[in-house]
């Protein structure tokens, strides 16, 4: 019997305002479904691709969200806030006049790379079970230990703009790694330059090969939706033996710790593949 229980891939543009877990919730509503998980959260105060899996596509959400991020975001330097973003209150003002679109070109070219960077200090990371937001809202200073990300693709955004306060603002386009912060970016960028900076625009244009161009309203299913995961072509044998917890011959595909056997349209199991056979990890 065909399953009928909604599950696939939504990619949903979020608006401003609302957090990630309001568009989960509105998604639970609209399908009647528990099962939603996303690929990686946005502030509120952002916009852009939220990619939701829904039924037994969130087995696939530790995959997904290990995929680079591509992200719009615009900064302003002269001003600094306790969040580093534009919903924070102002901490430190400086003088950004001398500030030139080369002098930041040159700056944001050694952001490139595999570097290590210490989260806001209003996160979402815990410290001893409670978030690090939590804390900061109490006016605690949390230690933060640095983490490592990676920074593939950064380039400057026209125009160059001067506020009428006196601030800079500077847009850039910028691929990184799971769990890099946007908002962090900025404030280290202002304190290489000499100046507070903070985030006052950010928009997610793409996770891992999803677009947010691609933002619709259908749900997306079948094999077709499902990208950055390798994919096994099976048999029905195989895939029967795959389903018994099995670890069946597979002599056709290179050794991968993560890929998606499939029959047909149909997925079957998370599996990796190594010395010629599928060792199933999950089912689906």
């Known amino acids: 019997m065909a399953n009928l229980t909604p599950e696939g891939i939504l990619l949903v543009d979020k608006p401003k305002g609302l957090t990630s877990f309001d568009i989960v919730a509105q998604t639970r509503r609209q399908f009647k479904l ?60 400086g003088d950004a006049s001398h500030l030139t679109p080369d002098l930041i070109h040159t700056a944001l070219q050694s952001f490139l790379g595999e570097q290590l960077q210490i989260p806001p200090q209003y996160s979402a990371i815990s410290i001893g079970g409670e978030r690090a937001y939590k804390k900061a809202r109490r006016g605690e200073v949390v230690d933060l230990a640095a983490r490592p990300i990676m920074i593939y693709e950064i380039s400057e955004i026209p125009p160059f703009e001067k506020g009428g306060s006196g601030g800079i603002f500077f847009s850039i386009r910028l691929r990184v790694s799971k769990g890099t912060y946007i908002r962090a970016i ?38 077709q939706a499902i990208r950055d995961l390798p994919l096994i072509s099976i048999d029905q044998l195989t895939a029967d033996a795959l389903k018994k917890g099995q670890r069946p011959a597979y002599a056709l595909c290179a050794s991968a710790d993560a890929a998606l056997a499939h029959l047909g349209e149909e997925p079957i199991a998370l599996v990796r593949v190594e010395q010629g056979r599928l060792l199933p990890v999950r089912g689906f």
């Open 34 to 93: 528990k099962a939603v998980g996303h690929t990686g959260t946005l502030d509120p105060f952002a916009t852009g691709l939220l990619v939701l899996l829904l039924g037994r596509y969130t087995r696939l959400c530790d995959y997904l969200t290990a995929q680079d991020k591509t992200y719009e975001a615009e900064i302003c330097f002269g001003v600094g806030t306790d969040t580093d973003d534009c919903e924070g209150q102002v901490i430190a003002t």
């Open 186 to 223: 900025a404030r280290d960028l202002g304190a290489k330059l000499g100046v507070p900076a903070h985030l006052t625009n950010l928009r997610r244009i793409a996770s891992g090969s999803y677009k947010v161009s691609e933002c619709s309203p259908e749900l997306k299913t079948g094999i």
